[in-house]
């Protein structure tokens, strides 16, 4: 019978020192489906950071734990978060390609405690829904406020907006008219395409015959980009005259050579290009290849990896024994340098605060990139 117990404590004692020794990660993210490229991005982006740093910190084992949440999905993303708190018991949440389903998890977040890492979704209000999520990705108000003062200053007056009608879309257009107007500029016509399965051709029509000098455009990365630049090109506005200009969504590396010769020229903004010009990007591109050398990484991939980066960080500054109120401490504030540049989380909204670059779609070596050639340096969210 002693040595009964003796055997039950000693296997109780090795499993708690197991589960002791793991920090495990949670990563919700689009696995399936039409939004699938995200998920691959971001988990190639994550391991690519493991890769690179070894997957050992604070003599903790960082272990993955991947779940799809199978596209725009609230309830499955809510029930996956619930199982990865409460069965897998996560010391971190993290992923979230895309904004319902990260606003889906944020209370969970909170009541459990769970420091919880946005690495894409970018609807500035997603940080204000709870006190234990930070962004390490971008936000739409971010990355559109420059768009609108650039073609403002070079010259643009007339502007058509096109957005995709959920979250960042709406934040993409408010935050244009919102700048154009105040510079002098004019929004002539604006329209929300549905996030699936969107039509274009009629919506870019209704572009052209409103005449406007330019068309400012935010759809999510993948398909959709692909989607409405061949809308844009089979009716003709480019030769039209009428401008493209776009966040970097829409000309972003895991698509841009499906996007062909006519996304040339094309003006976008956005805080990650694969052809930015770092030794800490170099080191990026190196790592995610040996990952997987089939794909560009996206700013996705970097959203994951800075992600990453953030929690080794508090791993190694809690020397192991994570906490939620004492990881957020640790991440408020926290800089990095990223493969994007500088960047850094906002102690106050624990939003991200990094470089906006103005770029233009070129050859480089026979092949298509965003192509930076303006910095707006340290740009908060002004959504906030
Ligand atoms: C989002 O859902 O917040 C989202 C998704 C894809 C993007 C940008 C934002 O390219």
Redesign the pocket.
């Known amino acids: 019978m002693k040595k009964l117990i003796l055997l039950a404590v000693f296997a109780l004692a090795s499993v708690q020192s197991w589960a002791a020794d793991t920090i495990k990660v949670g990563l919700l993210v689009e696995m399936t489906g039409t939004f699938a490229d ?1 998920g691959l991005q971001i988990t190639n982006g994550a391991k690519a950071y493991m890769k690179q740093h070894g997957d050992t910190v604070a003599g903790k084992k960082i272990e993955l734990i991947i779940k799809d949440t199978t596209g ?1 999905a609230p309830d499955v993303a809510k029930r996956l978060a619930q199982e990865l708190v409460v069965k897998d018991k996560v010391d971190f949440l993290a992923g979230f ?4 389903n ?1 606003l889906a998890v944020a209370p969970i977040a909170t009541e459990a405690k769970i420091p919880t890492i946005i690495m ?4 500035s209000v997603i940080t204000a829904k709870s006190p234990y999520i930070v962004r390490t990705s971008f936000t ?1 108000a971010q990355v559109t406020e420059p768009m609108a003062q650039w073609a403002y200053r070079n010259g643009v007056r007339k502007v058509f907006t096109v957005v995709a009608d ?3 879309g709406h934040d993409a257009e408010d935050t244009f008219k919102k700048a154009f107007t105040k510079m002098g500029g004019q929004v002539v016509g604006e329209l929300r395409v549905p996030l699936t399965n969107p039509e274009f051709g009629p919506f870019v029509q209704r572009v052209k015959d409103g005449k406007p000098e330019a068309v400012f455009v ?1 759809v ?3 398909e959709m980009a692909v989607g409405f630049m061949k809308a844009y090109n089979e009716r003709g506005l480019a030769k039209a005259g009428i401008k493209l200009l776009s966040t970097g ?1 829409v000309t ?1 590396d895991g698509v841009i050579e499906a996007l062909g010769d006519n996304a040339l020229g094309v003006i976008s903004t956005h805080q990650y290009s694969a052809a930015h010009v770092s030794p800490e990007n170099k080191a990026f591109l190196a790592a995610y290849s040996q990952i997987d050398p089939k794909t560009r990484p996206n700013f ?1 991939a970097v959203g994951a990896y800075d992600g990453m980066a953030a929690i080794y960080e508090v791993v190694r500054q809690l020397k192991g024994n994570i906490d939620g109120d004492k990881a957020m401490q640790v991440l408020k504030g926290m800089k990095l340098l990223s493969p994007r540049g500088p960047i850094q989380i906002d102690p106050e909204t624990r939003d991200i605060v990094q470089n906006v670059y103005v770029r233009e779609v070129k050859k480089v070596n026979g092949k298509l990139y965003n192509v930076e050639f303006e910095t707006i340096n340290a740009v908060k969210d002004p959504g906030k």
């Open positions: 995200f725009p390609g895309l904004t319902p990260a894409n979704a970018a609807t739409l959920y979250g960042p935010f999510p990365a993948g969504d972003e996705m």
